[in-house]
């Protein structure tokens, strides 16, 4: 890995990082809202000059395995955007040890350049129970507190999340569908809010740094409480 | 302390047991040029092959299952991950171009890679905020030069404050009081809507106050070792000035530093310096050579630590003494400096060098201060004396 010539500046970089359920029963509608929300999430976040000189984003798609399909990027020099697809089970383990690593090595990559970087954000988005046993322990030592770069999860479920799971997974925030609008329209509004998230968050120049900005409150979804494993 | 902050940890760490660094891609897009727009596909595995076309439409995307030639780029798929999976791609168009007016000759000083973030504001600053409360300008300078000194403050709104239109929440005052000349700096909280006044009226409190003055005195008869004082009085006056303005007090919070110089009787002696800090707004020395910040936590291995401490909830200070020969450069400085001195070098370099010789004119140091680098948008306020003749 080679360490990119920057002139001697590093930058502050804030990353998010989605990780988006891309099991069966995501066909159709579902996937086909996210597909459609990311070339819009694209255009807002990249055309925002405060949020694009320090934010950065990396989108992970899980199923049996977990796959890094977009690698953490600056989304304003972004000109191909993967499209989400359909597989198999929910493997929520494999998606946490993707998460575990890929988090661990952008971070000693960016830092390795002079960067320092502000706590990871992650998004995570399901529409069912995990199929997989064992996820847990994938999941602990994601967040294990001795990792200094342990990131900040807000989860999403729809469809045949569990509200358990979702408030365990989540250590920031967490929402479920609350069924009033199909799971197309709750799509648009997480896709809403996550951009909102990143917009928000990049651009609350406190002088304490930045802080996570995140809803309280996404329409479609009820609120959980955040809930330690 | 009522400041919601979701980005530490107080059992932060640092890393403890890294395992087995293996080599990893790097980020596309830090660094490296935007990847051309080509639509890149990957073999199929799991299918039987299919010719399809790409559709060129960027919010139609193509069926899940494609097939064509393994274009290899250095594009935004990553495979590392996964078997050979097929991943199809859209085309995006890229957003519309933000090219800072820092890069076009407009005079600006930028520092690395260029920032989207333009240094000019895009609209007048209101004349009060929606409470009524007075906007500070966006650029604030206030200098002088006596016998045996020369000083210099400057503050300027951060970028991403002009971008939103945003007040400056940094504030600093100079005086003298009491046998000593006082410089104060003070940071306002960013998520207070009204800490630009509490930064305001911390500063012009810390050099005017009697409670200071006898804790200098007791500080230069005393041990020159850090000691932690509470600074009751200042934190006092903040939340009487809330209860008369009808704010809340925690809306005022923000960090300080102060310092009390005297200076010795005999010119070539220098002088001494007591300084007090509460949060992270911090000290610099230039001792003819770099500028080095006083007291700065150096965790490598930590991510961006965003919490302080904040007047007028923390009373906590650490005090201490510090002796300046002439030619000794001090400066006070908000995290919005600090943060890009120890980022960047050259910034660094340029900001130290305007004091080698004799403190510079406002404008040169408003050039360095205010200059364009990427990532960091904040206030930015330097107050800063040089001992000694000139």
Redesign the interface.
Known sequence: ??V??????????LPFYLVCDESGSMDGAPI?AI??AL?EL??EI??N??V???T?F?I?GFSD???????????????????L??RGGTGYGAAFR?LR??I???????KA???????PVVFFLTDGYPTDAGWESEYKALID?????RP?ILAFGIGEADAATISSIAT?KAFLADGSVGPAEALKEFATALTRSIVKSG??????????QAPDEVPGFTSLQVEPI | MGIRDFWSNPADSGEQGVPTVEPAPEPAGVDSPPSTNVTVVKEATSTAPQEAALAEDPLVAPPSDMAGPAADSEGSVDSSESASDTRAVVNVEPPAALTSTASDGSGYRSYGDPARLTPIPRAPQPSSTRDGQGVPPDTAIEWFDAATMAVRGVSVRGHSHRYLGEPRQDAFAIGEFGGFLWLAVADGVGSRPHSHVGASIATLTAIASRELVSQAEGALSGSPEATDVTMGMLAAEMEAAARRESLEPDDMSCTLVVAAVRMSQAEDEGAQAVLWQLGDSCFLVDKGGDLIILNESGDEDALINTSTAALPRSLAARRWVIQLQPGDTLALATDGVSNLVAATPDYARDLSALWSDRAPSPSALLSVLDASVRSFDDDRTFVAIKVGRR
């Not at chain 1, 990119?4 to 970089?13: D, L, V, Y």
């Not at chain 1, 507190?145 to 770069?149: A, C, G, K, Q, V």
Request: aromatic share 4%; charged share 15%.
């Open positions: 890995m080679a990119a010539a920057t002139g001697g500046a590093g930058r502050q970089i086909q597909n459609n070339p694209h255009q990249g055309s000059p405060v694009a000189d320090k950065m990396c992970i395995d977990a796959q890094v399909l977009l690698d953490l990027s600056d989304l304003s020099t972004v000109t191909g955007l993967p499209v697809a359909t993707s690593q890929t661990e090595s952008d971070v000693k990559s960016l350049q002079g960067h320092k970087v502000y706590r507190p001795s990792l200094s770069w900040n920031f651009t609350s120049a406190t002088q304490e740094g930045m802080t996570l």
